[in-house]
């Protein structure tokens, strides 16, 4: 499989999971699942994460198999989703408001005492 039909079988899987609900919803219901049953803290992106390394797995033992890999592709991007990752741009800004120089007041005119 080259990369193009992993990228475009990726797409459309995703497409076809429509079945089994949003990907945020039945990720969040798995972490509260997972959390209660655990007893420990899951998110959304340690599912998505869990779900990946099982594909990645998976194409470890049967290479043969393109649905190891579409899967993997899928939930590497639903865990950057959940991720809470900023955008490159998102990123700059915010470093640009960091470091921008504060706004000037306007000039105060003294010279001629308090306005009546």
Do not use: C, W
């Not at 594909?55 to 049967?62: E, I, T």
């Not at 043969?64 to 890999?69: I, R, S, T, W």
């Not at 991720?83 to 706004?103: C, K, N, Y």
Request: charged residues 25%.
């Amino acid at each position: 499989m080259d990369y193009e039909s992993a990228m475009t079988r990726a797409i459309g899987s995703i497409k076809d999971r429509s079945v089994y609900g949003d990907i945020t919803d039945v990720h969040d219901d798995i972490a509260k699942t997972l959390t209660i049953l655990m007893g420990k803290t899951f998110s959304m992106y340690d599912v998505a994460m869990v779900h990946h390394v099982t594909k990645l797995v998976r194409a470890k033992r049967d290479r043969q198999n393109p649905d190891h890999f579409v899967d993997g592709i899928n939930y590497l991007a639903f865990a950057a989703q959940f991720s809470g990752a900023h955008t490159v741009e998102q990123d700059i800004r915010e470093m640009a408001a960091r470091f921008a120089p504060m706004p000037r007041a306007e000039p105060v005119d003294v010279t001629n005492g308090p306005a009546e």
